[in-house]
């Protein structure tokens, strides 16, 4: 298992622990009755039942300590509350592109969802606003080229 921390807002650690809390009580509930059902249907050897419910049991147990790793190492992000001097994982940051403005919420990789403007802090627009002031220009290597942006504010 690997020690590195998982940065996580108050909300995205609960969802995380409801998660796991869903996956330990129901899911694992459905695939042993699975389970038990295809072995009522005989040799195992070539019972397809048996072996796609022993695959998805594999998957849920997988996913569950996967979860429970960023349990384990969570960094909870908390809310700034205000004016910070530079970008750091959890300031919300209104930027400039062309004559566009931003927000984007800078989270962990966990909770990262670009269409509604939570950028992860490992992605590359997440790691090129890191550490950058009001003011700062910064340049985004991205598929279509180099997207130029400015710091308008951070919260």
């Known amino acids: 298992m690997s020690d590195d921390k998982k940065y ?4 995205g650690l609960k ?38 419910a022993k695959d998805e049991q594999g998957m849920l147990e997988a996913r569950i300590r996967e979860l429970e790793e960023i349990i384990n190492n969570a960094v909870i992000i908390e809310s700034t509350n ?13 930027v400039k592109l062309d004559s566009d403005t931003k927000k984007f919420t800078i989270v962990g990789p966990s909770e990262a969802n670009p269409s509604v403007g939570l ?3 490992e992605s590359p627009i ?22 130029k942006y400015k710091v308008l504010s951070i919260e």
């Open 82 to 94: 205000g004016k910070k001097k530079c970008v750091s994982v959890g300031c919300t940051i209104e």
């Open 8 to 11: 996580l807002t108050p909300e």
């Open 119 to 121: 950028i992860s802090n």
């Open 126 to 147: 997440g790691q090129a606003f890191l550490g950058k002031k009001i003011g700062d220009s910064v340049d985004v290597q991205a598929p279509a080229g180099v997207i």
């Open 15 to 52: 969802k995380v622990e409801q998660e796991v809390h869903h996956l330990k009580t129901v899911r694992r509930r459905e695939i042993s009755s699975k389970i038990e059902d295809a072995l009522k249907l005989g040799d195992i050897s070539e019972n397809a039942e048996y072996h796609e």
